[in-house]
């Protein structure tokens, strides 16, 4: 078979191996092949019908109509065949005992199907034993192994199948950083611990900002425009700021569902880090805005967030306001907390 065949025969082959269902239609391949109906088409797909008919991977269903060409409308999928299956076993034990195999050798439908993103990981870490590597990062590594940059990255789940990591491949992921400002009249007052802000949206955080430089406020040592749902992946950033365990981050968003299910997510992915919530800001307009309106998007959370956020609030007057606006679908945006009151609420 020529490449165009053999690409296509290994995509029908993935395709097959994820069906749920035990049958395949012939128009089903075709669409999945993105082939027009054509006689020269027609050719290319019998001969990988032939071709997988010999491998055991499909049977025709010989009660079902032919086309022009003698190909079945409906093809049945077969389960590997034991002398295939063991081969497959066989291969799999082979890898480099650095290697978890236990999914493999239970699944070995995966195996194939994922072969050609798993043998040139075995043979990176056979080349690489004993020798000192340096490390690049994780798209620079997926382009060496496949000439393809994000291979690695949409494949992490076999990685973890395989017992394996990135720092195993030599390779370490990059964060995205985020925008933020340092406080220039932060090194006048040289606190032990630094406080950094989290603000959720961007009005805010240039608010904040210019509170700050006008106020020359010096206790507070950085601030951070998390760009929504974007911290949750820019966070790692901190890193370059040296920022530990015994500083305090305090993050400030909106009080809606999407804002407390941000906080809370970032709270649990980072747990190495000292976050919480920015109760003297949402007090704040907690405080103003007596009659918030109703949220306009469908937004849904789960109850135990929304607990351990309003935990955090130790006045039961504000617990309470919490609640009502929960209950009722209501939110207050972060934006309530404007220049004015900033200035009035920053020290």
Do not use: C
Not at 193 to 222: P, R, S
Not at 242 to 268: C, Q, T
Not at 313 to 340: M, R
């Amino acid at each position: 078979m020529n490449n165009i065949n053999i690409e296509a025969e290994k995509e029908l082959i993935d395709y097959i191996l994820q069906k749920k269902t035990k049958t395949i239609k012939l128009s089903e391949i075709y669409k999945k092949l993105k082939l027009p109906y054509a006689p020269q088409n027609d050719k290319i797909i019998k001969n990988i019908l032939n071709n997988l008919e010999e491998k055991g991977y499909i049977q025709p269903l010989k009660t079902t109509n032919k086309n022009v060409q003698g190909i079945f409308e409906k093809y049945k999928i077969l389960n590997l065949k034991q002398e295939e299956e063991e081969k497959i076993k066989e291969e799999i034990l082979k890898l480099d005992e650095k290697i978890k195999i236990d999914y493999f050798l239970k699944y070995p439908k995966e195996y194939i199907k994922n072969k050609e993103l798993i043998i040139p990981i075995n043979e990176f870490i056979k080349q690489t034993k004993e020798k000192k590597i340096e490390e690049i990062t994780v798209n620079e590594r997926s382009y060496q192994l496949y000439k393809n940059e994000k291979h690695l990255k949409e494949n992490e789940s076999i990685l973890k199948k395989l017992g394996l990591t990135y720092k195993d491949l030599y390779a370490y992921d990059t964060y995205e950083p985020f925008f933020y400002y340092i406080n220039t009249e932060y090194k006048n007052k040289k606190l032990a611990n630094k406080t950094i802000l989290i603000i959720e949206n961007k009005d805010t955080f240039w608010t904040m900002v210019k509170a700050i430089q006008n106020l020359k406020i010096e206790d507070i040592y950085m601030v951070i425009y998390g760009e929504g749902k974007k911290i949750l992946k820019s966070f790692l950033f901190i890193k370059e700021f040296k920022i530990d365990s015994k500083d305090n981050i305090y993050y400030f968003g909106d009080i809606d569902f999407e804002g407390i299910n941000i906080y809370v997510a970032l709270k649990e992915k980072y747990i190495q880090y000292n976050i919480s919530a920015y109760i003297k800001g949402y007090r704040t307009i907690l405080d103003i805005e007596n009659t918030p309106e109703k949220i306009k998007t469908n937004q849904n959370i789960n109850p135990k967030k929304l607990e351990k956020f309003i935990s955090e609030f130790n006045d039961k007057k504000y617990k309470d306001k919490l609640i009502k606006i929960f209950n009722n679908k209501k939110y207050i945006p972060q934006e309530v907390f404007n220049y004015e009151v900033a200035s009035k609420n920053i020290k």
